[in-house]
């Protein structure tokens, strides 16, 4: 079966229109009325797929729900340029994020998902975020890891529409049978927690023929090319972590922006050794440090219950510990770089650490820039850019 995505995304459309209910202030970032304006306006029409009026917003870049450090600042940046915005607020506190969700909507009215991790949160816990998000008016969330039906049941109950990455056929599978509205395709380049082993266009392609969801690719995707090559291939957009934490309103620490940017494309590793609180065999994309030098070659195979407590960091006096998912955050001191330095293969493209608008534009403007290229056969295979 074929995505109906498949066969739209990559039409060009002119204009752009609000879903219902959606109007807009403008903002800053706006096109405006002027020249500048226009040409912007013309590059994100070029880029339009149908999901852009699914989730409101002008370019089909996600900024995916990177917890600890996708906060409101980034959020906001990215909304303002014209992508659409994940909180990552995966474990955090109902009320940490009430503060997110109202400073983000301070700042800007363009819609937004809420990211939370069902398979790795207490259900307790899970249950009071979902309610907090709900009675906020949260009208998405973007969920990973294992799917959890209940979950999504509960949020399309309410009228929700849902993103869930996913990292195998299967998983995608159950996430459409449980009412997903939009599939993420996260393959093994991605930063962060990697849930399958497939690559992200490789698995992109297979869900395009095995559903009819809008198909998203995450993983490695840092620039236009990335971009360029997702819509061509029929996928609805993509989805970019790395990529926006090494930008300024991100809320990693510097110390850890300043790694992705050092790093070449072969400075990643996969490991499970940073799994305290997480399901054995969770696999993480780090950058690699002094913990992962220790373990001799053993990067996966660690059992959670086997691993030492030790306090490592501290973030407003909470222990962060050795081997645990925490990443070093604005407000983290102590041993930052023996902390999970997660980064996506991409990071080996980053060179700067500039404001989120700013990166997002220039893989806008890099991929209508190859789309056009193609479309009038001007691209050889020398071709640089
Ligand atoms: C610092 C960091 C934290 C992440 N945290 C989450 C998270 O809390 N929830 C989630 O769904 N994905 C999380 N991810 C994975 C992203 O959703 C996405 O798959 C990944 O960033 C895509 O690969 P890229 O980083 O190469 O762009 C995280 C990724 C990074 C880099």
């Not at 994020?97 to 069902?118: G, K």
């Not at 009208?139 to 869930?164: I, N, T, Y």
């Not at 159950?174 to 991605?190: R, S």
């Not at 501290?314 to 510990?321: F, K, N, V």
Request: a negative charge; aromatic letters at 4%.
């Amino acid at each position: 079966m074929m995505s109906d995505y498949a066969h739209d995304s990559f039409r060009c459309r002119s204009g752009f229109s609000s879903p219902p209910g959606m109007a807009r202030k403008s903002a800053p970032d706006d096109p405006g009325s002027s020249g500048r304006g226009q040409a912007r306006r013309e590059t994100t029409a070029l880029l339009r797929t149908p999901l852009c009026d699914l989730l409101g917003c002008d370019v089909p870049i996600l900024l995916a729900g990177m917890g600890g450090v996708a906060r409101w600042e980034l959020a906001a940046a990215v909304a303002r340029a014209g992508g659409y915005p994940t909180l990552g607020m995966v474990r955090e506190a109902p009320d940490l994020i009430e503060a997110e969700v109202t400073a983000l909507r301070r700042v800007t009215d363009r819609p937004f998902a809420v990211n939370l991790i069902p398979a790795a949160t207490d259900p307790d816990l899970l249950r009071v975020q979902i309610d907090r998000c709900l009675a906020l008016g949260v009208g998405a969330f973007s969920f990973f890891w294992d799917v959890v039906p209940d979950a999504v049941e509960r949020v399309k109950a309410a009228g929700c529409l849902v993103l869930h990455q996913v990292g195998t056929r299967q998983a995608a599978r159950d996430a459409e049978a449980a009412g997903a509205d939009v599939l993420i395709a996260q393959g093994i380049e991605a930063g962060g927690h990697v849930h399958g082993r497939a690559a992200a266009f490789t698995l992109a392609a297979d869900l395009l023929r095995a559903t009819h969801l809008p198909v998203v690719v995450s993983g490695g995707i840092v620039d236009g090319k990335g971009l360029a090559a997702a819509l061509a291939m029929g996928a609805a957009g993509v989805q970019c972590g790395t990529a926006f934490l090494a930008t300024e309103e991100s809320f990693a620490h510097d110390a850890h922006k300043a790694r992705v940017v050092e790093a070449g494309a072969e400075d990643t590793i996969l490991t499970d050794v940073f799994v305290l609180n997480w399901p054995k065999g969770a696999a993480v994309r780090v950058i690699a440090n002094s913990v992962t030098a220790a373990l001799d070659g053993r990067l996966l195979g660690h059992d959670p219950q086997d691993l030492p407590r030790e306090p490592i960091a501290w973030d407003d006096g909470t222990a962060r510990l050795r081997y645990s998912t925490d990443s070093p955050l604005r407000t983290t001191t102590g041993n930052l770089e023996a902390m999970a330095l997660y980064a996506g293969q991409g990071a080996g493209a980053i060179h700067d650490i500039p404001p989120a608008g700013e990166r997002l534009r220039g893989i806008v403007a890099e991929a209508a820039e190859l789309l056009a290229r193609h479309a009038s056969g001007r691209v050889t295979q020398g071709d640089r850019t």
